[in-house]
């Protein structure tokens, strides 16, 4: 999730630029750059470093013109590096472009133009939107734009300028967002209201698909047919820092609504042309080495040994390889049994957590392969482990980890799918079957979203409570595991999950009248069971949410309260079974007034043991 800025006005556009990218540092922050038209040129300025370090690099060489992009990158293809720092030039350095997203048929565009002679300088994806520019050109810049977008598939947010067609912008908005801000002898471009607000408040939100031509003059919108269309003036409200949370009252609840685009983006780039297989192009394992592991184990902490859990159950059911899942600070010092015929699993949101990178190294020193999971692409896990599966959440700002979790649970699911078909374990038929399922995801998350004013309510009822019991069986245990984190950790509530069927073993001491049990009922082959354990429960005087598939007619007989969630194939059960939590946890840490983003005694990333 990168930060996107264009502008064209009679101001300087660096000072324009330099101070949007600022308000979107905390989109991604691992390079930045900017392009100005100068004297005829576009000019490019750009390094790897915060912000900061574009800033010193202008202060000794500033760049002077009107007209301007900007960016700043949260690696995706390629790790952070000058070169690979928008925005991106062709070989003959008159076009600059800059991107969010994910060009998902790059590599293929990328092989023809260099065959047809382009010369790349990075290893992004971005690259080849600038060469693809140069090969149909028109003549003119939005013609030739709406020509390479028709070869172009996967998501994007593009500002793009040329010498070539001066005193343009062109911005285009496909599943990444983008908005306009409209000006007196000025307008803007950029991935998000805070860039703007320095400057307008009236705004343009471009909605999938369209592209606009943007000058000094004008705004001109269009659907990527070239069709006009009319757009209505958005009156921004928001002050600055709320504009940063997309209106949303906490980064965490953003962070939860970004679910369904992250999910998306997390798959895409990943799966064959037909969306039939999984393709995985980050795994670079040689010809026959997949066959080669008897045991998997899962290393982690916190809500990413929590993704770990569910990972093990899709793994062992698609490839049968046994797998163990470890928390990090144990399995550092533990001396686990490790075999050449061991693949370690690393999986770190930050990728700097100090017992998984230590349980990283100890692996690699006893030469076990070691594959991480990371939402980081320039951590230390992330350059460390020989493998990297990269979810592309986008940062992640909030101390409670969610669309980092669900992301793993995606990267987890295409790793067990990808394996499945190398063993020769896995049909052609399952595979598009469950890709097919895992493209609803979002759909379903969306319909999720939905219940929030009903959880919310729920949530405030719950929130008087200082204990809450959280129940499942099999992965539904898994995600119970990860709902009472979400709870303790930001509403301070004393929050345990449990097996369901442990409860007669010692917690159902400590059920009283009215104390609320949440029970995570999604698994059919154990339905009856998770039901007698809430009827046990409710012998005791719990007080049971239960959140079922919708169409389940027999829950509302024994549980208080029923949450019903779209169903999906049980694997992906995880997937859309831990939103509801998220917001139990949200809405309850809101009810008793806690610093939801930055709670006590806990930090985003535990970098220290
Ligand atoms: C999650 O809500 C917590 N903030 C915490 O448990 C976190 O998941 C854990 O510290 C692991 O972090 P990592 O994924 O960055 O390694």
């Known amino acids: 999730m990168c930060g996107i800025v264009g502008y064209v006005g009679s101001k300087n556009a660096q000072d324009v630029l330099l101070s949007g990218l600022a308000k979107l540092e905390y989109r991604g922050y691992d390079s930045a750059g900017i392009a100005i038209y100068e004297n005829g040129e576009v000019k490019i300025s750009k390094t790897v470093g915060r912000l900061a370090a574009l800033e010193s690099m202008l202060a000794d060489s500033p760049l002077s013109g009107k007209v301007g992009i900007g960016h700043t990158r949260w690696a995706t293809h390629g790790k952070p590096s000058d070169e690979n720092a928008h925005p991106h030039a062709g070989c003959a350095s008159d076009f600059a472009v800059v991107h969010n997203g994910i060009i998902e048929n790059y590599q293929q565009l990328k092989d023809r133009l260099m065959v047809a002679g382009h010369r790349f300088v990075s290893e992004t994806d971005t690259e080849i939107i600038a060469h693809l520019l140069e090969e149909h050109w028109t003549g003119e810049l939005f013609a030739t734009v709406l020509k390479v977008l028709k070869e172009v598939r996967g998501a994007y947010a593009l500002a793009i300028m040329t010498q070539r067609d001066p005193g343009k912008l062109v911005a285009v908005r496909k599943h990444s967002p983008l908005v306009i801000g409209l000006g007196q002898g000025e307008n803007f471009c950029a991935s998000d209201i805070p860039a703007l607000l320095g400057y307008t408040r009236d705004v343009l939100i471009m909605e999938e698909g369209e592209i606009a031509l943007i000058t000094d003059a004008a705004v001109e919108c269009f659907d990527l047919s070239g069709r006009p269309l009319e757009k209505k003036v958005f009156q921004v409200t928001w002050d600055a820092v709320a504009a940063e949370k997309g209106g949303f009252d906490h980064y965490m609840l953003k962070e939860i609504h970004e679910q369904p685009r992250a999910v998306r983006d997390t798959m895409s780039g990943r799966l064959s042309e037909d969306g039939k297989r999984v393709t995985l192009p980050e795994i670079k394992w040689p ?85 991480a999971i990371t939402n980081v692409v320039g951590s230390s896990v992330a350059r460390e482990a020989d493998d990297v ?81 959280f129940l499942g069986r099999g992965t539904d245990y898994a995600v119970a595991l990860e709902g009472a984190l979400k709870y303790k950790e930001i509403s301070y509530i004393h929050a345990e999950a449990y097996p369901a069927g442990e409860l007669k073993h010692g917690t159902l001491a400590l059920v009283v009248e009215g104390v609320p049990v949440i029970a995570l009922v999604t698994v059919d082959a154990l339905y009856e069971k998770s039901v007698s354990n809430i009827k046990e429960v409710k012998a005791r005087g719990a007080h049971v949410l239960a959140i079922s598939w919708a169409g389940d007619e027999e829950i509302g007989k024994s549980a208080d309260r029923v949450l019903y969630i779209p169903r999906t194939r049980a694997e992906l059960a995880p997937v859309l079974l831990v939103l509801p939590l998220q ?17 006590r005694n806990l930090a985003k990333s535990v970098t220290v043991e």
């Open 583 to 599: 917001l139990l946890a949200y809405y309850a840490s809101v009810a008793r007034g806690n610093d939801v983003d930055k709670p």
């Open 287 to 371: 010809d026959g080495f997949v066959q080669t592991w008897d045991r998997i184990h899962i290393v982690a902490a916190g809500t990413s040994y929590h993704a770990g859990l569910v990972g093990k159950a899709v793994i062992e059911s698609l490839t049968r390889i046994p797998v163990d899942v470890e928390i990090a600070s144990e399995y550092r010092y533990r001396d686990p049994i490790l075999t050449a015929h061991t693949l370690v699993i690393v999986i770190s949101q930050s990728g700097e957590t100090a017992d998984t990178l230590a349980a990283l190294r100890i692996s690699k020193e006893r030469g076990v392969r070691v594959l």
């Open 389 to 469: 599966i990269v979810t592309w959440a986008g940062p992640e700002i909030s101390v409670a980890s969610t669309k980092a979790y669900t992301t793993q649970l995606i990267a987890l699911y295409l790793l067990a799918l990808y394996l499945g078909q190398e063993r020769g374990r896995l049909g052609a038929e399952f595979v598009a079957d469950f890709l097919e399922d895992m493209r609803e995801l979002p759909k379903r998350l969306e319909e999720i979203l939905g219940s929030s004013p009903w959880i919310e309510r729920t949530a405030k009822d719950f929130s008087v409570w200082e204990d809450a019991f």
